[in-house]
Structure formats: C-alpha cells, structure tokens
C-alpha cells in the first residue's frame, strides 16, 4: 500500500476505552509498591474520513484507569475537526494545546492523570500518521529530515539545557552510517533483558523454574524486584545470583520504595550480588535524593537507573544536570507521548547517560522497541551499556505483537505504533462490561462496581441540608 496523502482529510471522531486485565490473579507485575497490580490500559483510536485510523495506549494497572478514559474524553475536542495537515505541519503547537488547555492544565500540568491522557491522545496520533506515511513507527521517525522531527517537539522548559539548533545539529551529525545501522536492526534486533522470572510475589520455585527456562533461551540479563524485605531481599538475590552464575547481569528494582538514606544502605546490603544498577530508589520526583544515592553508590560499581515514573521531561532534564541517572528509563506513556520521549533521548545524547526504556505492562515493549531503534540509528549509534525491557505477558492481545529472536527485539516491519488490539480482547476485557469480567464478578473473585453500594452519600439538591448526625 502506498502512503496516503493527508492533506484534505481530518479527525472525524475519537474513543476511548477502559481495559484491564487480572494479572494479579498470578501476581504478575508485583512489587515493593504494587502487590496487586491489573496490567490496564486507556485504549484510544482516532478516526479519520479515510479507511485508516491511530490506535493508541496509555498503560495504567487497574483502578485509575477510568480517571485516564474521563481526562481523554475531556481533551477530546482539541483533536477532533482538526485537518490532519494541521496537526502534522504543527505537531508542537498540538501538543502544547493538549498540555496546556486552560483549565484543564490546572490538574495537571504536565503530569498524572492529565498527561498519561495526553500519552494516549499522541500515540495515537503518532500510528496514524506512521500508517498514513504506510511505514513503522521506527522508520517514520528514522526517514525525517532532522529539520522535521525537531519540529514536532516543545522545547518549552528545556532550552536552557538543549535547544532546537543544537537538536538538529545531532541528528545531522548521525546520519552518516544510517543505512548500516537500519540494516542491522533489521537483521539483528535490539538487546533485551528479562523482567518476567522476577516479581516480587513469586515464589522461590516459579523463581527458579523461570530462571532456568530463561537461560535456556540464551538471556543473560535478568532484573528482579526488591524493597519489601531485606532478609528476603538477600536470599532472592542469591537465588537467581547462584543460578545465572558471574558471567550473566543482574538488576534490581526497588519501586521507590525507600528513602534516600535506607536506600544506599540497602543497596551495600544487597551489593555482595553484583547488581549492575538499582532502579527507582526513591521518590521518582526526588532529583538530589537520586544524586545522593547515584554518588554513595558509584564506588560500589552499582549504577542508578530511574524514569518509568518521571512526569515529564523537565525532571528528566534536572536529574541529567545533577548527574542522579546512570541509566536513563523513558517511558513511552508516563511521559505525554512520541515527542516528548524524543526530547529526553536527545538530552540523554547531550549528556551522555545511555537510555533503557521501562517495558512490560500492556503495550509498552510493542512501544518503546520503536523508540529505541530510532534512538540506535539516529541518535546514540550504539548498543553499547543499552538493553530494552522485555515480558511476556499480554502480547497475544496485539496484532501484531514484539517479536524475540535471540533475546533481541526483531525491528516491526508493520506499518504503525504497533499497539492495535484484537477486537474480540477489548470486548472481552473492557472494564466492567466485557464477558471476562462478567464472569470474575459473577464467582466473586472482583466486586462489580456496578452493584457494589457507594461508600459516599450522592448529593441531591434535596438532600443538601444532610449534616451527618
């Protein structure tokens, strides 16, 4: 199919839905923070007045997610009407409108539920363009005149570390080699490391068993949660330690779970294992915390690693200047979508921290593989100290899910963002109505939200003069 020409189509319409599914049933995804987490999603598509649409995903894990559906719905009308043209040729100023609709803003701005809504919003908006241009995400980005993709980024906040000249200026700088470097990710892949054998729920024999079916497929990176319990801590450490051997790299993930100070004495504790870095220590908003932990932590070889919780890219610019990341995490939804993330790579390149995207959940390896091969082939050049979270979980809900080929991501060949869901998944879990959760509400596993009394007294004009007694 040839790439569509956009230039008199417009957004006819936009929908969301709330989609969860019961991974804590498993315990799946648990951790210091989160025991219980159901891997959810706000599902965007946007219409156009062609055949093609933009699917889109903001990743959240359970409740919550209705907050994420209802900001959407809210912002909706900055979109819909719009020429497509007009959003393309001024994708900035877009996404700025998203950010900063005037009373919107004020629950925000730039952060929480506004901008996880704004993620799901762009997203879908970068698939739609990378399916009218009839190419992967990867490419779109990889195929634009550097002149062109800085375009699309808000340099608002962040100019005083990185401007809109010196951004062109890198990706000019990086494109010789270019076709070298696409090749290899066609052929090759990208590096991942394995996040599934090391939730904090599991067992010590689901530990082992998955250790051990994970080497046998060749991985030799294996990151486990932390946080909870110190002794306990030890002992996991040592488990997947003795299994993996020296020769293969483990990390630690503690979820911000402690303070500044609990976490550097935590962390010697835990040093005996050779961790090759401790991810989120603390407040995700603390940037001289994390430069503290980064500083008392260097000596012992253990790196820090953080930003699957960072609101947006003004923190992940102060944490760079404080010199608090050894491993920068973007997330492909926490942050407000494609361009966003494209700003913190290319502050990532000034200063020269490798970046290793957070992963997992629902959407987010079939994201952020995009991102990272665009950053191999235009930014950093490299693999090197680099590797893409990798689970399992979930992938056959998606089209065209991620594929592993030797513990590499294979680059997507599909044109999009790759995250379009089967229908028969989102009717199945859309949240309360599909027929999965029809049937946990019906063995009382899950309390129906729709039967379940509220625990609030609904205001009523009539009932205003209520005062308690």
């Known amino acids: 199919m040839a790439h569509v020409h956009y230039n008199a189509s417009r957004v006819r319409g936009l929908s969301v839905r709330d989609i969860r599914f019961p991974t804590s049933l498993e315990a799946d995804g648990s951790d210091a923070i989160h025991p219980d987490p159901d891997y959810s999603c706000a599902y965007v598509i946007v219409y156009t007045d062609t055949d093609i649409k933009g699917h889109g995903i903001s990743f959240t894990i359970g409740r919550g997610t209705e907050l994420v559906v209802a900001a959407v719905k809210s912002l909706s009308h900055i979109i819909v009407g719009k020429n497509l043209k007009d959003i393309y040729d001024n994708f ?40 009218l241009q009839n190419k992967p995400l990867w490419k779109l980005l990889v195929d634009m005149e550097p002149e062109k993709l800085v375009s699309t980024i808000d340099f608002r906040y962040i100019g005083d570390v990185l401007t809109r000249e010196e951004a062109i200026k890198m990706l000019k700088e990086m494109e010789g080699g270019k076709a070298k470097r696409e090749e290899i990710m066609l052929s090759q892949g990208y590096p991942a490391y394995t996040t599934a054998a090391g939730w904090l729920g599991y067992s ?13 497929q060749g991985w030799r990176h294996f990151k486990i949660k932390v946080g909870q319990d110190l002794e306990d801590d030890k002992r996991r450490c040592k488990i997947v330690r003795e299994l993996i051997g020296n020769d293969r790299t483990l990390m630690v993930d503690a979820n911000q779970k402690w303070d500044v100070d609990q976490a550097i004495e935590w962390m010697r504790e835990l040093a005996p294992f050779k961790p090759k870095w401790i991810e989120e220590p603390t407040s995700p908003d603390d940037v001289l915390g994390h430069a503290a932990i980064a500083k008392a932590l260097k000596p012992l070889g253990i790196g820090v690693a953080t930003g699957e919780m960072c609101q947006n890219r003004v923190v992940f610019k102060q944490l760079l200047q404080a010199g608090a990341l050894s491993y920068c995490q973007i997330d492909a939804c926490r942050l407000g979508g494609v361009q966003e993330v494209l700003a913190v790579y290319l502050m990532a390149k000034k200063f020269n921290v490798p970046v290793c995207p957070h992963a997992g959940g629902v959407g987010l390896c079939e994201m952020v593989q995009h991102l990272q091969m665009w950053d191999y082939i235009s930014v950093s050049g490299t693999t090197e100290d680099r590797l893409i979270e990798y689970v399992d979980h979930l992938m056959e809900h998606f089209k065209f899910p991620r594929k592993i080929t030797n513990c590499h991501y294979k680059a997507p060949i599909t044109p999009g963002y790759s995250v ?9 879990y ?31 004009e009539q009932n205003a003069n209520i005062t308690g007694r």
């Open 430 to 460: 859309e949240y309360p109505y599909g027929s999965a959760w029809k049937e946990l509400f019906a063995e009382g596993t899950y309390q129906d939200p729709r039967t379940a009394p509220l625990p609030w007294v609904e205001h009523r």
């Open 204 to 216: 010590r024999e689901k530990i082992e068993r998955l250790c051990r079916q994970f080497m046998a």
């Open 420 to 428: 379009a869901m089967w229908e028969k998944s989102l009717a199945k």
């Open 92 to 131: 900035a100023d877009v996404w700025r409108s998203l950010t900063s609709e005037s009373q919107m803003r004020w629950v925000g701005p730039e952060k929480g539920v506004l901008h996880l809504a704004v993620a799901g919003i762009i997203n879908a908006l970068w698939d739609l363009w990378a399916r």
